[in-house]
């Protein structure tokens, strides 16, 4: 069993910045790939970043330039770093060990003035 546990979410103003973290323990083996998503209301959930066991990282494209996904060993912290954030990015957060059915509970980012 794999349990994830996100914090650092809240509310911010446009323009701003916030550090999400995400505790990893349990199984975990080698240094797996990992990755954040995001789910804003009455959306479908939506991959954010993500990080493989080199340290590769991939983006989608409305993130690009703001978000920094990173990690904070093998095992986690994993973190994402959310600059320059807008209305639109408000959602739920969730960390995922990659294509796992393992999901933390999700995070509140509230991007508004």
């Known amino acids: 069993q794999v349990q994830l546990v996100e914090s650092g979410g809240g509310l911010v103003q446009p323009g701003g910045s916030l550090r999400l973290s995400c505790a990893c323990s349990g199984e975990i083996f080698g240094i797996p790939t990992m990755a954040w998503y995001r789910q804003a209301p009455g959306k479908e959930r939506e991959l954010v970043a993500v990080i493989d066991g080199r340290g590769s990282t991939n983006y989608v494209d409305f993130v690009k330039g703001r978000f920094t996904i990173s990690r904070g060993s093998a095992k986690g912290p994993l973190y994402l770093q959310m600059n320059s954030l807008k209305p639109e990015d408000t959602a739920v957060y969730f960390c995922?060990?990659?294509?796992?059915?393992?999901w933390g509970q999700g995070t509140q980012v509230t991007v508004s003035s």
């Open positions: 995922n060990l990659y294509r796992t059915p393992y």
